[in-house]
């Protein structure tokens, strides 16, 4: 499975940005699909988490900012990010747990101005 990870960009703080993940194949209602992010200098961090048949999960620090979700018919999977900070900026990750195999993109940059 590859994933493939686009819309970063650069962004005032305070602004919003939408990354999405394309999955090269299908993705089943059992399947795990995240967002992980590592800033410069740190370790990779979880973001997000979207069961595709089930609940949501996020990181404290982007709780009410940050929304994942999953359009059935482009096949892909959204990281709606608003109220963007600094503190954001970071290499962003689409991860999939597919039969207990994960799968990483390629990172997508956002890069949020103070």
């Known amino acids: 499975v590859q994933l493939q990870a686009s819309g970063g960009g650069l962004v005032q703080a305070g602004g919003s940005l939408t990354l999405s993940c394309a999955p090269s194949?299908?993705?089943?209602?059992?399947?795990?699909m995240a967002w992980y992010r590592q800033a410069p200098g740190k370790q990779r961090e979880f973001v997000a988490a979207?069961?595709?048949?089930?609940?949501?999960n996020y990181a404290d620090s982007v709780k009410g900012r940050f929304t994942i979700s999953r359009d059935n018919v482009k096949n892909t999977v959204s990281l709606q990010m608003n109220s963007l900070k600094f503190e954001d900026t970071a290499v962003y990750y689409c991860?999939?747990?597919?039969?207990?195999?994960?799968?990483w993109g390629q990172g997508t940059l956002v890069t949020v101005s103070s």
């Open positions: 991860n999939a747990n597919i039969a207990n195999e994960d799968y």
């Open positions: 194949g299908k993705i089943s209602t059992t399947d795990v």
């Open positions: 979207l069961i595709v048949a089930g609940p949501t």
